[in-house]
């Protein structure tokens, strides 16, 4: 036994190391400070006692084996003082060091000593006394602002991933009810992944009013920015149409606006629901109302792209008109007036009349599709017989591109379905009329064509000057198959001469009779796209300012021209730049007026396609009809949103944690 304890009387404690009774004091001392302790009382279950006072092990028994020591087992507990001797603090079953945060796993003062004393003691040795007890104070201040920190990054973490869940919901078109099931989603997965990060991801919010509430402040952000956008414009052109997927009529106001650095900015600028009739009165009120919100002057406006309805464009009580009055009453230049392009090519395609094929087209299509029955045993007819083709398109009357591939694979696939629908005892005569069959090989061709024009239009980086290009070439293709088609040259009519490669040299092929065809289409684009030609010297100066003719463009700009065109370093910078919009970008401020006109030209509505995107998303929201006004609003602004970004990071900042289902 040591003979501090047997003296002093101390709390006593039993060394494995050397087998003998120890003091408290002792157990610090470096004859021990490797050996492991335990209470006595527990020692004298597992030890005996000799006469000399050294304990021996007992014996081996197999019905009571030997107990695995443990750190937890040893009941050790943190000591106050030690905060102000050592600057340390509890935490949980260790010590903490306050000045750099080193956890000390066993809570013994000789480990606890051994650090302060080997890494901090040449420092903080001088504190003493009330100095010392204010470090200490210090010490802790700072580490519970670290601490209080840590939480709040871990809040704004979770109403972050709460802002960024709700911008994809509004993306997609789903219901804020799917915020509740993606969070259990989230969490079911921690669960697997990293369990021990599960609370983080049960506290982020995505109830559904919490996802309503994130996408209006998504949305507002997106405004802000616009209307801080709108203050640089220098001009800007409006697009407006309407729509009525969503119970009420929906008038969408598309704004295209160009700064001083020629940087375009194109976005939904408001989406108003309009009650009872909608008149040009009311769409005059709502444009006149989304401008002054987003501090948009009207002496800017170079330019008004409608859908061409009559409420738009009636030359005594449309829309067009009283945009123009307000001009003449706000003294400034009448805006450029346009009908959207993809509109205009869409009427133009339905001018060929080929109903004679359409409508058996359509209804050999739909008895297919329409049937379950037909549709699994066309199915397999198609694989039995190892086609191209595993099924049968929808025909779509709306979706120009939906028609034109529906019948291209009906075409390819003509034999098949003519056996097949003699199998089943509905036969179609007219696949053994070369006539019938000629026109809807022809018929395919041009829709091809079509269809190939409607992509390029389809681009949300167009310029109008490109998409007028586009347009062009078409028309003047259009004149060349004329010629060719009428004379028998079907060059660029792959179908029609592989038709009639496959019929025979006896097949009449009525090239004029197609000729016509062509010239009605030619003629529908010259009649609706005369709008544009109005304005093709514009386009050319813009496109080339070096080529065009100085006395074709407007007086105020003809000097300016006249000695840009002479400006051999403009010209060489001209001819190395790809794109014209860094040419013009380039330009020095002696050409303030071209650099205006060429602005305005660039701010006009190349394409339309930002209306497609609009439609699709609340053709997605269509059977919502519990979904409001607003919601609607801030749901499309977000879900289109083109340049613009929400600012997710200052929304987090100002908004107050919550967690989801708690009050």
Known sequence: MCSVAAEENKRKLFCEGNGEVISVICDETLGHRSDMFMPVEDAAQEYEMVPSGVAYKQPYKETSPPKKRKVDDERRRFQDKWTVDYFVIGCKQSASCLICQHRVSVLKEYNIKRHYTTKHAQLYDKFQGEERERMVLQLKREVVKQQQLFQKVRKESAVLASYAVSEMIAKCGKPFTDGEFIKQCIVKVSEFVCPDRRDVFSNISLSPNAIAERILELSKDIDGQLIEKSTTFCAYSIAVDSTSLIDS???AIFVRGVDENFAVTEELLSLAT?????????????????????????HLLAGLTTDGAPVMVDPQNGLVPLVQRKMTEENTEQPVVLHCIIHQQTVCSKSLKFDNVLSVVVKCMNFIRSRGLQRRQLRAFLEEIESKYGDMLYFTEVYWLSRGSALKRFFELKTEVKRFMEEIKVPVPE?????????????VDVTQELNILNLKLQDSDHLVTAVYDNVRAFTTKLKLWKNQISHGNLTHFPTCKSLVEELGPETSFSGPVYANKLDLLLQ????????????????????????????????????????????????????????????????????????????????????????????????????????????????MKVSTVQSLRPNILRLTELKCFRVSGKR
């Not at 009650?275 to 002054?292: D, P, Q």
């Not at 053994?432 to 018929?443: K, S």
Request: charged share 25%; hydrophobic share 40%.
């Open 431 to 443: 696949f053994e009329d070369p006539r019938w069959m000629t026109d809807l090989a022809f018929l």
């Open 249 to 251: 009529p929906q008038l």
């Open 524 to 635: 529908e684009f010259d009649q609706r796209l005369a709008g544009f030609k109005m304005h093709k010297e514009s386009f050319n100066m813009f496109a080339n300012p070096f080529s065009v003719d100085v006395e074709t463009v407007p007086c105020d700009l003809q000097m300016e021209l006249i000695d840009m065109q002479c400006n051999s370093s403009l010209k060489t910078k001209f001819r190395e730049t790809e794109d014209v919009i860094e040419f013009f970008k380039q330009l020095p401020p002696s050409f303030p007026n071209l650099c205006k006109a060429f602005r305005k030209i660039m701010s006009l509505f190349g394409s339309t396609y930002i209306y497609e995107t609009l439609f699709s998303a609340m053709n997605r929201l269509k059977h919502r009809t519990q979904l409001s006004d607003a919601h609607l609003a801030a749901t």
């Open 274 to 298: 309009v009650r009872g009739r909608t008149t040009a009165n009311k769409i005059f009120h709502c444009l006149t109302e989304a401008l002054e919100q987003h501090g948009l002057p009207w």
